[in-house]
């Protein structure tokens, strides 16, 4: 079919659509009564059933009272109104205890309007704009999107007037509502097809689905032609809810199947949609209604179909998809975080707003629209405290869970390309980076250099080097999708790490940005201190330092670097993130304690969150004291290795015993005790994490102006000559502790073998 002739088509169908919509705006504005009536035994009509919707229902009629005029004529046993003459009755005379009372439909305001004609308007706006943008694509997936649109929303729109018995209403919900749902499946199958997910655009179900389909609605349509009930079969409802599960179910079973291929952020998203929209429609209404029990009324059920839509309009528009996997995660937390406040909400909106005896269904009503409004607030709460925080909280202790992980193994590492291939490493596994580029950026020519450090084709626009221009604060960049961050600065250059898009096409999300600027930090710091450590290793190796004397003094001397690292990074910690920590920690004690109207739940998730905060301070505090251990100072060798054999002895499965003999806690300088420290810190994390000891034992003492340490484990030990060849990482931290032992010109000897355990003897001059 050519364009021109499909164009015209689709212009016949839009027409027929703004045709068909103002056919059913004309129902529902004509007045409504919802009433039915039959004559008594003594020849009065009386009242037998009011609609919910009607204008009746909003005066004080009721069921069994007595009709004795309509539209100005009276009735008696003579006279033989029509059903649709009384459902749709302007004027009302009502006799009660003799006295007649006039109602009118002009002067009632009715309530329903805004369910019955606004939303489902504002619904159908919506589809014929999203409908025109799609027809673009003139494809025949896009074809079927339109179909299921555009029926979608005409079944929607004319529920309201089938319910008020309108035959032409009727005949519009019988042919659409189920070739709509059948159209989404015809476009699953198509839009699976062209991205190569299946291998069939029809399969023989797709047809034998839609014959019964076919069967359904000529069903339908005799029992509305030819029978006197003229009503919509529960066998629709039935078929709409089977094609609609199936949908659900195909998609399901689809992203099983491509779990891991770069379609399965778009198929969450597809179901997503498809859940939200048609679940509530199904499970309070649809199910209940054939069932006989009390049901939630469609077109408030119809409300959520408002997610069709938008969410096929985002899918549609945008080239990044949202996060799916983080969105699901964190609307689960935050719908457990909103179940009590929104039941308590729900239970006061429904007490006091609603008084007849619907009041189950509208109390359910009231939690799931309360439950998402908490759900998108909450997102949004995230989402501008991400945006905001620093500047007007100065919050900085966002850090991540596994922070305390990645600084340790920062400890280790001791070279600079070391350091960047570490933190590369761990931004493809964290982020999922798809491509990763490092960038000089020279202050005084402003002359860009690239490198690409992990994959390729990343595309480097113009515009990043004005932003690099305008960076002074260091913070995170983002350009296009893309995040870059400054690692660090050496005279006049900045060096910049910029992450192109993820694997799986999704945006970074705020946890995985807040990672970043963390981690960043950390490595900006590590980066600083090995270029100058690396600065004085070349210095001496300039001048040709080769003595066995002076290989001790420069061992010492890295290892004092090292402990000045620490004594940094402790400090940074102690004076921001701990500080902070404990003013937010005691503004919450205060709230809790002087806010008196703070309910027992509040109240409860409040000491919560400060025992949480309690917590989190003690463990910067123990991770400031390893890496900074002011107690050496204060109190000594001995009571500082008494503190932390404690501490070690509450965290690891082995048991623990020290003695120490006749030790002096003065010494001349301080490198000796805090080597000392250092040692026998590494050797019981050592037991801890490769030996699978259950008994450590630790014997010091002194004599001759010497400090002995005898160590010794049950563990599995090790081979000496593995050890010897340093092959193994394993055994990388014990070399370290002889090269600090060696550069104290002290002496250790390591006795072990396999199955064995260890013993280590160290000899160490005051």
Not at 338 to 347: A, C, M
Not at 397 to 426: A, G, R
Not at 546 to 566: D, H, M, V
Not at 743 to 753: Q, W
């Amino acid at each position: 079919m050519n364009i021109k002739k499909s164009t015209i088509i689709f212009s016949l169908v839009l027409i027929s659509f703004i045709f068909l919509h103002g056919y059913i705006l004309m129902i529902l504005e004509k007045p409504y009564s919802g009433i039915s009536a039959s004559l008594d035994s003594k020849g009065n009509y009386v009242i037998t059933k009011i609609s919910k919707v009607g204008w009746v229902s909003y005066t004080g009629i009721q069921t069994g009272d007595t009709l004795k005029e309509m539209n100005g004529e009276k009735l008696n046993s003579d006279s033989s109104p029509t059903r649709e003459a009384f459902s749709f009755a302007k004027e009302l005379a009502i006799e009660k205890n003799g006295f007649l009372s006039y109602y009118k439909a002009s002067g009632i305001k009715l309530k329903s309007s805004l369910y019955e004609i606004y939303i489902p308007v504002i619904f159908s706006i919506l589809v014929l704009l999203l409908s025109i943008f799609i027809y673009q694509k003139h494809s025949l997936t896009a074809n079927y999107l339109i179909g299921f649109l555009l029926a979608t929303s005409l079944s929607y729109s004319s529920s309201a007037a089938s319910g008020r018995g309108d035959f032409g209403a009727k005949l519009i919900l019988v042919l659409l509502i189920q070739p709509g749902v059948l159209l989404f499946v015809y476009f699953l199958y198509s839009v699976f097809f062209d991205k190569q997910i299946i291998k069939e655009r029809f399969p023989a179900f797709l047809k034998v689905t839609t014959l019964l389909t076919f069967v359904t609605i000529m069903i339908n349509l005799y029992s509305l032609f030819f029978t006197a009930v003229h009503q919509v079969s529960s066998v629709t409802l039935v078929s709409f809810i089977i094609i609609i599960i199936y949908s659900i179910c195909f998609l399901i079973y689809t992203y099983i199947k491509k779990k891991d291929s770069v379609h399965e952020p778009f198929l969450k998203w597809m179901i997503v949609i498809k859940v939200i929209a048609f679940s509530p429609f199904i499970f309070f209404h649809a199910i209940p209604y054939i069932l006989g029990w009390p049901y939630l009324v469609d077109d408030i059920a119809g409300l959520f179909l408002f997610v069709i839509p938008l969410g096929y309009c985002y899918l549609l528009m945008t080239k990044q998809l949202l996060d799916i996997d983080f969105i699901i995660s964190k609307g689960r937390y935050y719908a457990f975080l909103s179940l009590v406040p929104t039941f308590l909400i729900s239970l006061l909106v429904t007490g006091i707003a609603n008084q007849d005896n619907n009041s189950f269904s509208r109390f359910l009503l009231n939690f799931i629209l309360i439950l998402i409004f908490n759900i998108l607030f909450l997102f949004l709460k995230e989402k501008v405290d991400f945006s905001f925080r620093n500047q007007l909280f100065q919050d900085k202790t966002n850090l991540t869970q596994s922070i305390d992980q990645f600084t340790q193994k920062l400890s280790s590492i001791m070279k600079q390309d070391e350091l960047e291939s570490f933190f590369v490493h761990e931004i493809i596994k964290a982020l999922q980076a798809e491509n990763i580029i490092l960038i000089d950026y020279n202050l005084e020519n402003t002359i860009l250099r690239t490198k690409e450090v992990y994959g390729n084709n990343f595309k480097i626009y113009k515009q990043i080097k004005w932003i690099l221009q305008n960076d002074s604060a260091g913070t995170l960049l983002e350009y296009k999708g893309l995040i870059g961050i400054q690692l660090y600065k050496i005279g006049q250059q900045k060096t910049y790490i910029w992450i192109g898009q993820k694997k799986n096409n999704t945006r970074f999300n705020i946890n995985e940005k807040t990672w970043m600027i963390t981690t960043a930090k950390y490595v900006r710091l590590v980066y600083e201190n090995l270029f100058a450590v690396n600065s004085l290793i070349q210095s001496l190796e300039k001048q040709q330092v080769q003595e066995q004397s002076s290989s001790a003094s420069l061992s010492r001397l890295l290892f004092q670097l090292s402990e000045k690292e620490r004594r940094k990074l402790a400090s940074d910690l102690h004076d921001s993130a701990l500080q902070d920590q404990i003013i937010w920690y005691r503004k919450l004690e205060n709230l809790i304690t002087e806010n008196k109207d703070l309910s027992k739940e509040t109240e409860t998730e409040l000491s919560k969150i400060k025992n949480g905060m309690v917590d989190v301070i003690n463990q910067i505090r123990h991770t400031c004291n390893e890496l900074r251990p002011n107690l050496l100072l204060e109190a000594g060798l001995t009571q500082s290795l008494q503190e932390l054999f404690s501490n070690i002895q509450l965290r690891v499965k082995y048991t623990l015993d020290y003695e120490f003999d006749q030790i002096q806690d003065t010494f001349d300088n301080f490198n000796t005790p805090i080597s000392i420290y250092r040692i026998l810190q590494e050797l019981l994390n050592n037991a801890d994490k490769h030996s699978d000891a259950t008994n450590v034992a630790i014997h010091m003492w002194e004599d001759n102006q010497r400090l002995h340490i005898d160590y010794r484990d049950n563990g599995k030990g090790f081979n000496l000559e593995i050890f010897n060849k340093q092959t193994n990482h394993i055994h990388m931290g014990l070399s370290g502790l002889k090269e600090r032992i060696l550069s104290l010109h002290g002496k250790v000897e390591f006795i072990s073998a396999e199955g064995q355990g260890l013993q280590v003897h160290i000899t160490l001059p005051r």
